[in-house]
RNA sequence: GGGCCUGUAGCUCAGUUGGUUAGAGCAGGGGACUCAUAAUCCCUUUGUCCGGGGUUCAAGUCCCUGCAGGCCUACCA
């Protein structure tokens, strides 16, 4: 028997700016599942998550949409609750980080990281927008790359997209507010810093122990940030901030990512006071188990100052933080374009949140890999393993025994029972280790042996013979203990399944260890279907759904180009005649092997006059569809020289980067040479 | 440029501390059955285990190297 555990689990805490979609699914499916194992186990679990809901995004949104921002973040949470409960995420607690408990812990651990000496005053520059009066964030500027030799216009104030450098917003040539447009200023702001340095020992050793993060994560982090001295983290935000205020330091507020993990025991708090149970025993108990789930984009905040703050508090740190991937559609992105970027709520308007459920499992393993989700596969995975293979079995055989039930004595079965009771040890150890691809393939194994075993014992032929009504009692009794392990086992992924099954055998299945005895001489209900096929035009109209409730109106482009790079400041014809762009023939393209966003371009603009041109456009476009296609390229530009060679150019092209890149081309008739006026 | 990961049948992947003829599911082909949501069952085809070296009695499995793909990160490693 194994010891009684206590274990505290979270998810990453949704951003209260947008709704739950299917990547985000991955995670809280994940974690799901094993909370629910936790549960059937018979360990203490709960699962703990909130609405993550500070941050100048939440501010802007709410202004443009006139309203207050408590009012945007209680109509978020109502549908996160609503699309999690429908897929059958089932917190113990749903909180949100702008709740009282919240901001009291908050001021609890910063006190911490006061006494213990580790915040200190700076003032640093910031842009502020005049016209928003608001600070900007590094993803509000944007601006011209201030490196010499690559000057791209129109990237953001952290890094630049085309030449990789990083740099200071300040530093952008002619940087834009993209929130109003406005130019930004440079303002003075005095902001607290927490000197995370103090913990690079700790943290060093932290990572490198017990399996508290995935031994590619401890290596990433190692390389990544601990060779070197931990940067002061930049801990405060200046009015105007939707958040907390900082006690001690008015006119200032936490940054989201201080009060963000903090929620997590901020909603343990709400739960704890709703259920007759103190806070420190989950979060000041070595008896406890903490496990964080989380994505890779978040792995330094939970990692490094996450750790560093629970430490200086005095609270447990995680027993685990457990790292996923990003989930793809169809070995792509997800794309609105492609209609692949599928909400929660728009899977539920045509799917069964079971198939989605049991898709992702069958394809996580304990590693942080990128899952893909196939829709193909989807619908075959679902209609074979579980429709035709599972549920099958319940399907071919309850009838039979409707009016008689079980048989009272479990009959000999060649030792297919106990063989898949002994399995549940190794299925077992698949979920705790996060290797649910694992657990499934042996689930199913499960199955592929009880169909054959109704195969040869075909209780349809046994029913015509009243004689051997005991006999086909004794079949249906054995393919229905089998299909009651089944759905143990599968339970945590599948608690409809569970449901359905649970009044089908007049049983209730809470309980890992039940797959171990087999059932007799109980009722068997009329059979009900348990779950559906899926069919395939049910996903088109998924796809469909969503390419039309994310595209703009069909008469309207959407206004998104635009608000993420607003109109600059007037110009005069004067200064826009000193741009000469002209039309030119591509007459060679050559990738560039070193290179990752580069192509080298041969521009003719007729005659004997040519240029070199290194354009960012290698995601994009294959060279050899380039030859011979008509361009338009600013010909006066002053030659730049790149790591390649000298660029003697520019070809104009619109588009975000990477693939979305779209040169522009001349209508027919269009000769190299002539100027574009 | 650096770091990490991956590369096994058409597709998705398993292959335990190196040990006999390299496996499963799906797809494909043939057959059986009719209880079941056109489900199920049986039989069946396919592999330069990315390439090249090396260690070993023995390598998909270990070492080196090359190639391809993915992710992360940078003229710092």
Redesign the pocket.
Known sequence: MMTHRRILVTAALPYANGHIHIGHLTEYVQTDVWVRFQKLRGNQCIFICADDTHGTPIMMRARQEGRSEEALIAEMSEHHRRDFAEFHIDFDNYGSTNSEENRHLCGEIWKSLREADLVVEREIEQLFDPEAGVFLADRFVMGTCPNESCQAPDQYGD?CDVC???YQPMDLKDPVSTLSGAKPEVRPTKQLFVRIEQFHEFLEEWISTDNHVQ??IA??LK??FL??PLRDWDISRPTPYFGFEIPDSPGNYWYVWFDAPIGYIASTKQWCDGNDQQLDDWWKSESTEIHHFIG??ITYFHTLFWPAMLKSAGFQLPTAVHIH?FLTVN?R?MAKRDGTFVLARTYLNHLDPSALRYYLVS?L?S?L????L?LE?LV??I???L???V??LA???A??VQSVGLSAEYPEDGGLFHRAAALGDEIAEAYENLEY??AM?LI??I??Q???Y???A????L?KDESKAQQLQDVCTVALNLFRQLVIYLSPVLPELREKTERLLNVTLDSWEASKTPQVGTPVAKFQ?????IEEKDVQAMIEESREANAAPKSQDSDEPLKAEPLAEQCTIDDFIKVDLRVARVVAAELI??A?KLLRLTLSLGGDETRTVFAGIKAAYQPESLVGRLVVCVANLAPRKMKFGVSEGMVVASGTGGEEVFLLSPDDGAKPGERVH
Not at 369 to 372: A, K, L, Q, S, Y
Not at 529 to 533: D, I, S
Request: aromatic content about 4%; glycine content about 8%; proline content about 6%.
């Open positions: 890094n990789g450098s990083t031994p590619e290596n990433y390389g990544q060779k070197d890779k984009d991937g070995n992105k394809k393993g590693r890999d990128n899952i893909d196939n596969e075959n995975k209609n074979a393993d429709i035709g293979k549920v099958n399907s071919r055989t009838k039979f691809n694992k393939r199913l194994s199955a592929d009880a169909n054959p109704v195969e040869d075909q209780p349809w032929v029913r279907h348990l779950m559906k096929r092997p070193e990752r």
